[in-house]
Structures are given as structure tokens and as C-alpha cells.
């Protein structure tokens, strides 16, 4: 507990951009958030008053790092299994636990658990040969989908293998570096959607509305929220889907499960058990964050409501440009605001390089399709320092 506020300590390992927003959300509830980070120029250790320096993957330094802490949570997956299940032995609360969170960073052990759950994945397989995945692909036809099992995001750890010949070529290197793999079918995908929800030690769950997530170069750009001409029934499902893993796997704190939306229905994609991407927009268009929600389900508190505050919210990432603009962050954002008041801008303290997420933007309104123009112009400005091609400075189409 703080010894001046009499309130529980967090303590969250990763000092990157979710962190840094848990910090805020955690402000506002006179909390003390503790962050184990890199570097003291991490995204969080910018904003944090209470930053430890260490490895994620140091065990000495998690423990000296949770003995400070009445809980301790992650904004990323990568802590050693081994090193959480040591900590739980000496009697640190870490949520999620072990057990769950290997679900988000394991995809193969994630894969084979939903599996038996009943619950729609691809079809998918275990490699440990080139061969491997030549039979797969021969049995569910080709292209396929090559993953690593661990440690890939953003389109990183992902290969699509068009041929016997492809496979030939990708996999021998990765298994000769002692990369863990698996092959999937390629889902025939109409779009990609996320459900969010959160679960406490307690039981209690609480979801945000289905939203549509817009990926390019396996990076999210958008989320549109609520997710655009989805069926009530569809939605409900997704709804209750996610919290059905989220108890299934005992998760506690924020769960963000990514679908296929597909002709034949929703298929899970990936599993992430912190604040997420898909999230962000609930900043501003939710009654209560991803953010404060998280903090409250690893606290054990009550759930807050999840109701959205507009028709229409859109969070547009900010991406370094491939070629950094002339005019500073500071003027980019002197010049936005004049064009766009409602915009909600988050940078989040990092250096610009292409395509590194540098912050995002939200704006909410009543009309889906004028909420999105206007979120993806002020993202392009932001990174760009120009206004995008085809629309002028008050977002009309030229």
C-alpha cells in the first residue's frame, strides 16, 4: 500500500505507450502506478514518477520490482512463464496469472486450448519440418499462413507461403535460428473485428462493443467503433464469446480477442491479456477506458460500464512517415487543433521512424463515415505534416 495515500500500488512490467496510458487512468483514481522499465526514455518512464530500470527477462530485477507492489500486471506478453510462476510461488499477485497468459504468448498452446473449447479457430498444425508444412498445405491447400509461436506482433513473425517452393525457403532458416512454429489454413476473411472484455479474481465481466480493426501491412490503422453493419446477433455473440475465454482461461485484467469475420462466421485470430490496440478509442468513447477497467479488474474492484458515448468513434494510429516531415510535432499539432477542435490527440513520447506508432488520434460524432474521414486526415497530418491526397483541409473529397 502507499504509505501517504493508503491505496493498493500497481506495478505494471513495460514501460511502453500502454503503460504510459495506464499511468493516466491511474491518476485519476489517486493510485501509484510502478513501472518496470528499459529505459528512462521508455514512452511511461517519460510521465511516471515511480519508474525501476530493468529487464523484463532479469528475475532478480522482477522481484526487486514486485516487492514494492500489491499487484503486479503487464502492457506486454513477453515476461518469461518461468520467471511468473517463480514470482506466484514467493506470493506476488501477478494478473494475469501464468496459466493464462501463456494462452497470449504461446500461439500454439493458444491454439490447441480453443480448440478443445469448441471455439472457431483455423485449422492449424505444430511444424517441425519443411515437410510439415508442405502435407498442410497439400490437405488445406495452399497459400498458408507461417507463425511463430512466440514473440511476433504487428505483422512480425507472420509469413504467407504461396507454394511447397515458398515453404522450402522460409522455414528451414527459422527453424535452424530456434524459432517455434506453426502453419495455418489462410482464412477467407471478409474483415478483421475485436472483441474487448475484462474480467476481476472476483468473476465479474464487462465487454465493450464489437469493433472493426483496419490493418495494412499487418498494422492496425483504424478502429471503427461500433464495428459497421454487424448483426445485433453477431455482436452478442462476439460478446459472448470473449467473455467465455476470458473465464475458460481465467484471465484477469483486460482480454482483446481479434477475429476473422468470414463467410461462415467468426473465427479467433490472435488472444491478448492487456490493454490493447482495439482499445483505445474507449479513451474518450467509453464510459469507462480499457485503461481505468484494467487497473480495476487486476485490483479486484467493481467493473466500470462500458457503454459507448457516441453513434460513431474512431481512433486513427499515427505512424511515422517514411519521410520525416520538416515541421515539428509541436506545429503539426498547432494545426490540427485549428482545423479539428473535437480531435483527441495521444502522442506517446516516441521518436519518428516509418511506420513506428507515435500516438493516435479519436474522434467521435453521429455519422460513421464522416468520424472516419476525419480521424484518418488528422492521423495523416500528424504523421505527414500534409494533408492526405483527394481531400482538402475541411476533409471534403477534391
Known amino acids: 500500500m502507499d504509505k501517504v495515500t493508503g491505496l493498493p500500488i500497481v506495478g505494471m512490467v513495460g514501460g511502453g505507450q500502454l503503460a504510459r496510458m495506464t499511468h493516466q487512468a491511474s491518476v485519476a483514481l489517486g493510485q501509484s502506478l510502478h513501472v518496470l522499465a528499459v529505459s528512462e526514455s521508455d514512452p511511461a518512464a517519460l510521465v511516471s514518477p515511480d519508474v525501476t530500470l530493468g529487464s523484463h527477462t532479469d528475475l532478480d530485477a522482477l522481484r526487486s520490482f514486485a516487492e514494492g507492489c500489491d499487484v503486479v ?27 493464462a497468459l501463456l494462452h497470449a504468448q504461446d500461439k500454439l498452446v493458444m491454439r490447441r486450448r480453443l480448440a478443445d473449447l469448441g471455439v472457431p479457430v483455423p485449422e492449424f498444425a505444430p511444424v517441425e519440418s519443411v515437410a510439415d508444412v508442405t502435407v498442410f498445405g497439400d490437405k488445406h491447400g495452399w497459400p498458408v499462413v507461417l507463425k511463430a509461436a512466440r514473440g511476433g506482433y504487428d505483422g512480425r513473425g507472420v509469413w504467407m507461403l504461396d507454394d511447397p517452393a515458398a515453404a522450402e525457403e522460409t522455414v528451414a532458416p527459422q527453424l535452424e535460428a530456434g524459432v517455434p512454429l506453426l502453419v495455418e489454413e489462410r482464412v477467407e476473411m471478409r474483415r478483421e473485428l475485436a472483441a474487448l472484455a475484462a474480467r476481476s479474481p472476483f468473476g465479474q465481466g464487462a465487454a465493450w462493443p464489437l469493433v472493426e480493426t483496419v490493418q495494412q501491412d499487418g498494422i492496425c490503422v483504424e478502429v471503427l467503433a461500433p464495428a459497421p453493419n454487424v448483426a445485433p446477433a453477431d455482436a452478442e455473440r462476439a460478446y459472448d464469446l470473449a467473455l467465455r475465454i476470458a473465464n475458460e482461461l481465467d484471465v484477469v485484467g483486460v482480454l482483446a480477442v481479434e477475429l476473422f469475420d468470414t463467410p461462415s462466421g467468426l473465427i479467433v485470430n490472435e488472444l491478448a491479456m492487456r490493454p490493447h490496440n482495439s482499445g483505445h478509442w474507449t479513451i474518450e468513447g467509453a464510459r469507462t477506458s480499457q485503461f481505468e477497467q484494467h487497473l480495476r479488474a487486476v485490483l479486484d474492484y467493481p467493473l466500470g460500464a462500458t457503454d459507448p458515448l457516441a453513434p460513431a468513434v474512431v481512433m486513427a494510429n499515427v505512424l511515422g512517415a517514411q519521410r520525416i516531415p520538416e515541421m515539428s510535432a509541436d506545429e503539426r499539432i ?7 477542435r473535437d480531435a483527441h490527440v495521444h502522442y506517446y513520447g516516441k521518436g519518428e521512424r516509418p511506420g513506428r506508432k507515435i500516438g493516435h488520434v479519436t474522434m467521435l460524432g453521429d455519422d460513421m463515415d464522416d468520424v472516419r474521414t476525419r480521424a484518418k486526415l488528422a492521423a495523416h497530418w500528424l504523421s505527414h505534416g500534409e494533408w492526405l491526397d483527394g481531400y482538402d483541409i475541411h476533409g471534403s473529397a477534391t
Open 73 to 99: 500486471t503487464f502492457d506486454h506478453e513477453h515476461v518469461p512463464t518461468e520467471h511468473l510462476r517463480a514470482l506466484e510461488a514467493e506470493g506476488v499477485a501477478v494478473r494475469p496469472g501464468p496459466d
Open 334 to 340: 498547432h494545426h490540427l487543433f485549428a482545423r479539428y
